[in-house]
């Protein structure tokens, strides 16, 4: 059974960091791109990074502040987020991409809680 | 960006109604366009992939269609597990979702 297990949310000042993990099992993860999606009430499902083979990807609301990473041997994906504002409040999933080009996300985490305040 | 609209935000239906679900890109995103259902305090599911495919599991009373920039989600049958929120996504260029249709119990 594939299962994906989001750790690392919590609460932050704006200006700090956070790292995110995801653990990924029950299929081969270094086969799978990955990515992380946000959500907050104001806005909806966002799409924040992704990374496969050809490379790394960022939303512009993100770029230049978060660093997503994974570590095969451990079958994990990173999110650092650095420079944390308080409209990167949100909750975290991680997902993974089926395979093929343009896929969709067929499996996905519970999520973690983000909250950025003062 | 490609920006994806959904109508409507919400909806009441009564189970057993037919609902549809309509999702527009701002650009032409070919069959790149995919469906998830999310119930409240849980992830996204997926349900239909490349506009018209059933993902493995998903029952038959969801189907999808369309191509381009006009896409629709049909539930053919509502059912009391089907209340809940639905997205569209495109996955033409990187990742964009819908702002999400809530179905309600009327």
């Known amino acids: 059974e594939v299962q994906l297990l989001e750790s690392g949310g919590g609460l932050v000042q704006p200006g700090g960091s956070l790292r995110l993990s995801c653990v990924g099992s029950g299929y081969p993860f270094s086969d799978y791109a990955m990515h992380w999606v946000r959500q907050s009430p104001g806005r909806g499902l966002e799409w924040v990074s992704a990374i496969g083979v050809s490379g790394t990807y960022y939303a512009d609301s993100v770029k230049g502040r978060f660093t997503i990473s994974r570590d095969m041997s451990k079958s994990t994906l990173y999110l650092q987020m650095d420079s944390l504002r308080i409209d990167d409040s949100a909750t975290y999933f991680c997902?993974?991409?089926?395979?093929?080009?343009?896929?969709?996300?067929?499996?996905w985490g519970q999520g973690t809680l983000v909250t950025v305040s003062s | 960006d490609i920006q994806m609209t959904q109508s409507p935000s919400s909806l009441s239906a009564s189970v057993g109604d037919r609902v549809i679900i309509t999702c527009r890109a701002s650009q032409s995103v070919g069959t790149y366009l995919h469906w998830y259902q999310q119930k409240s305090g849980q992830a996204p599911k997926l349900l239909i992939y490349f506009a018209s495919s059933l993902h493995s599991g998903v029952p038959s009373r969801f189907s999808g269609s369309g191509s381009g920039t006009d896409f629709t989600l049909t539930i053919s049958g509502l059912q009391p597990e089907d209340f809940a929120t639905y997205y569209c996504q495109q996955s033409y260029t990187f990742r964009t979702f819908g702002q999400g249709t809530k179905v309600e119990l009327k």
């Open positions: 997902a993974r991409y089926a395979s093929g080009n343009n896929a969709p996300s067929d499996y």
